[in-house]
């Protein structure tokens, strides 16, 4: 068993069953999304309440479609929020906030977006 691997299952075992399930769901869910760090976007949702599943999904959305648009990093003149929606559409109250942080290592060729402002 890797390292990865019994530091999740620690922090499993220290939830109770209710939030193991919710953690291996989550887990799941990013897994089958193609998450590289499946564990560590569900864990950091659990523990700091942040929406990360819908942060994955706009993140990669953006890679790929309107991401190209976006060659020039100065055209960009606008202000807006993105929130996290339940299922039944209604906001959840988590602002999908530092999605920077996060955009270029989301880059599906692999380059970390170094190819956009060539």
Do not use: Y
Request: glycine residues 10%; hydrophobic residues 45%; contains cysteine.
């Amino acid at each position: 068993m890797s390292e990865p691997s019994n530091e999740w299952q620690a922090w499993l075992n220290s939830l109770d069953a209710r939030g193991r399930a919710a953690a291996e769901s989550l887990r799941a869910r990013f897994e089958a999304l193609g998450a590289a760090d499946a564990g560590d976007w569900a864990k950091s949702e659990i523990c700091e309440d942040l929406p990360h599943l819908a942060r994955f999904m706009l993140l990669r959305s953006l890679w790929r479609g309107p991401i190209g648009g976006w060659a020039d990093p100065d055209a960009i003149d606008v202000g807006w929020l993105v929130m996290e929606s339940a299922e039944d559409g209604a906001p959840t109250g988590r602002a999908l906030s530092g999605l920077h942080e996060d955009l270029l290592a989301m880059d599906p060729s692999g380059r970390d977006g170094a190819d956009l402002w060539q």
